[in-house]
């Protein structure tokens, strides 16, 4: 990462938590697991549980359609880490791959439903240009969206135009295939605590 | 507090830890970095970037910071109040648009 300290500024305990990881995994941890090691107080304690309650808390979105909206957010962002990331965990989460890459390829022609395909575009927008008005909500509305479902695709959105952006300045270095498969399965099990 | 209150309650929390939590840059440099505003230049490059292009930083950017006398800590600590900042706007954005989409005139905003 482009900061030294998120390489090798961790303390001993911490360091010798990645080194047991690394050793049952056989992978190195991810630099989006290790970020948030980093001085917790500050950003990673705080940031875990805000992510874990907009992607695994309460709602009407299952698990599947929220890591395809982080998949779709990091995509509007070209922040490669997290749509490595993410399109790999919605691909398992609705055991269907080609189903995340058509909405990552073409939103409009993708198969996905009215409410969901609504919600993506908002989304989209407001990652974009930073801003949405009450037209595009009463767009999202007029899908069967509930307002409820709005706020939680909003909380995902936040969270994933966090987490990208540091995975983009810090520079987050990209897994292969089959480590983000892995990191896919790790967080379909434990989530983001 | 209700289920539909738990997401933003925990939002708040990062917002307040970021923003004032201890750290070694000062309060009001990680409040310009949280608000992509006034910035001073060496470091306006990078905060912009991660506002608005955060795709586009590279390592120079961080040269550049690092060169004006800031630690890594420092940077580390407005890199993110940038990131939480510009998602932060976005999040109330939405939270408002959907206020007034239906009628609800409850205080809308995540912060």
Redo the contacts between chains.
Sequence with gaps: MRLEILNSGYRPGTRLLFATIRMFSGRPLPDAAKLVFYRPGFYGAAAKKFTHEAMRGPSAWSVADRELMAAFVSNVNESAFCVGAHTATAGQAYRDRAKVQAVLADLESAPVEHGLQATLRMLGKLTREGKVGAEDMRDVLSAGVSPQQIEDALAVCAAFNTTGRLADAFGFQLLSPEDFEAGARYLLKRGYK | MP??D???A??Q??VE??LT???KASPEQRARAFRNAGVPPPLQA?IG????S??Q?T?AD?AAAKASGLS??Q???L??A???G??????D???A??A???G?ERPGN?T
């Design positions: 289920a539909e738990k997401k933003r925990a939002h929390v990062l830890r970021v939590g201890a750290g990078l970037k991660v506002a608005t955060p795709a930083v390592d961080f890594e800590d940077l580390f600590e890199v993110v940038a990131a939480v510009q998602a932060t706007r976005m999040y954005a939405g939270l648009a959907l007034e989409a239906t609800d995540a």
